[in-house]
């Protein structure tokens, strides 16, 4: 346990937490800004499995923010270099799994089933959409990012307080028939969103503390203003 006393020396982790964290399991669902800092603390925490579900290779233009990936991977697949990377770092005993296909409407529901918490890192309202009823479903707590710029935002779907991502964006319908937009932002910005949901997928697997369970929290890092609303 020398790995993870600096974890287990906190009485809300302690051994108990951290063999919870050891029996879990987490599904990533795109491995790029958010996806990278995510999983990265996620493999370093302890946690049993955890999935790696993405179609994309590395580009260039990843690298200023997606700091799983290097030069040497350009062109290469995501999840492969990031099962490379996660496993310099994460415990023997950890297993990564990877679903190169990506999730999609057909496979959901299958993939979920098999871990205990989603984490959302993808880009756009038809993934999150997807997620959200398949979770529901399922019964599954998932964790939401989106960033813009400067701005984050993070929150905790299908928990006890029951809310559902359409309760947060009920016209959800609506914007996931819009064209994807290509948007900036700084690498610290997904770097803290997706610091955030690795620490409430913890939280949640470990059973400790308050989430963001029907709260969303909002950052804004070019003012370094922090605020959560309620929904």
Not at 81 to 102: D, F, K, N, V, Y
Not at 126 to 139: N, V
Not at 146 to 171: E, M, W
Request: net charge negative; with cysteine.
């Amino acid at each position: 346990m020398e790995r993870y006393i600096r974890q287990t020396m906190l009485p809300e982790v302690g051994k108990e937490g951290q063999r919870r964290l050891a029996l879990g399991s987490a599904l990533i669902v795109g491995v790029g800004g958010l996806g990278s800092p995510v999983a990265l603390y996620l493999a370093a925490s302890g946690i049993g499995r955890m999935g790696l579900a993405d179609i994309d290779v590395v580009s260039e233009s990843n690298l200023q923010r997606q700091v799983l990936y290097g030069e040497p991977q350009l062109g290469l697949p995501k999840v492969d270099c990031a099962r490379e990377r996660l496993a310099a770092l994460a415990s023997p005993s950890c297993a990564l799994i990877t679903h190169p296909g990506g999730l999609t409407a057909e496979n959901a529901c299958d993939i979920i089933s098999g871990y205990d918490v989603v984490l959302d890192c993808t880009d756009n309202f038809s993934a999150r959409l997807m997620i959200d009823e398949a979770c529901f479903r399922l019964g599954k707590p998932w964790v939401h990012a989106s960033i813009d710029g400067f701005y984050g935002q993070v929150t905790v779907f299908n928990h006890r307080a029951g809310k559902r991502y359409r309760d947060l964006y009920p016209d959800a319908d609506a914007l996931a028939d819009m064209p994807r937009r290509t948007i900036g932002t700084v690498g610290p910005t997904p770097g803290v969103a997706g610091s955030l949901q690795a620490a409430e997928a913890m939280k949640l697997i470990m059973g400790i503390g308050l989430p963001l369970d029907g709260r969303l929290l909002a950052f804004d890092i070019l003012n370094m203003d922090f605020n959560i609303v309620e929904f």
